[in-house]
């Protein structure tokens, strides 16, 4: 299995540019986070699906942020317009979760993508 | 509001050493909880995942427990080696995942 793939893996762009991160999360796998880490604030969770839905959206910072996920297999995280402060390093995860239970699985991450904003 | 601690944030021991890291929560009301290494640059590497009915798993030289009435994980690492230095981090939840700050490990030779 070739893990969770993100691209592009570095992204240096100048503020009020649009970015778009990309994730593909492991085949099989029916929920995905998308996270953000800094050296000030940790990692956060920014949201999350189940089964391709957006379930908690609550650490998503502005509405300059936006993520989407139209099939099983692939997942955007778009920033417009970029501002210096959203320097970091952004995370997919993805995991398998069996609904109607009470047993989550372990969550892969992928490798990130280190964004800069100018 | 759940809040994961982990203590101490850095640790240096000389190899061979047998060590303990902390992670700690203030909601018991959790279904799992995981620790992950990050080593620089890199992402996050699963290491051992505890759901909520289990009190303890083995990986190798590693042995994670779980309290969950004290909210309270330990992660051992027996005989520590100069390639176990990197961040370790807990994260607890379920359907929600809220991580910890991590402890920076390193390990001199």
């Given at each position: 299995d070739a893990g969770v793939i993100q691209s592009p893996r570095h992204e240096v762009t100048e503020m009020g540019q649009e970015v778009t991160l990309r994730c593909k999360p492991i085949s099989g796998h029916n929920s995905l986070f998308w996270y953000r880490q800094t050296m000030m604030r940790?990692?956060?969770?920014?949201i999350y699906f189940n089964n391709n839905v957006p379930i908690d959206d609550s650490g998503m910072p502005e509405d300059r942020f936006s993520a989407k996920m139209p099939n099983a297999s692939f997942s955007t995280l778009k920033i417009q317009p970029s501002e210096p402060r959203d320097s970091a390093v952004y995370f997919c995860a993805s995991r398998f979760t069996r609904l109607g239970t009470e047993v989550y699985n372990e969550q892969f991450f992928g490798p990130g993508t280190r964004l800069t904003v100018l | 509001?759940?809040?994961?601690?982990?203590?101490?944030?850095?640790?240096?021991?000389?190899?061979?050493?047998?060590?303990?890291?902390?992670?700690?929560?203030?909601?018991?009301?959790?279904?799992?909880?995981?620790?992950?290494?990050?080593?620089?640059?890199?992402?996050?590497t699963s290491l051992l995942l505890i759901q909520s009915s289990?009190?303890?798993?083995?990986?190798?030289?590693?042995?994670?427990?779980?309290?969950?009435?004290?909210?309270?994980?330990?992660?051992?690492?027996?005989?520590?080696?100069?390639?176990?230095?990197?961040?370790?981090?807990?994260?607890?939840g379920g359907f929600k995942t809220i991580f910890g700050a991590g402890t920076r490990l390193f390990v001199k030779a």
């Open positions: 940790g990692l956060e969770l920014l | 509001k759940q809040e994961v601690t982990q203590i101490p944030a850095a640790l240096s021991v000389p190899e061979g050493e047998n060590l303990v890291l902390n992670c700690s929560f203030t909601d018991s009301a959790i279904y799992n909880l995981q620790w992950f290494r990050q080593d620089p640059g890199k992402g996050l289990q009190r303890e798993q083995t990986s190798g030289r590693l042995n994670a427990s779980l309290d969950k009435s004290s909210g309270r994980s330990t992660l051992y690492i027996a005989a520590s080696q100069p390639g176990d230095s990197a961040t370790y981090l807990c994260a607890v």
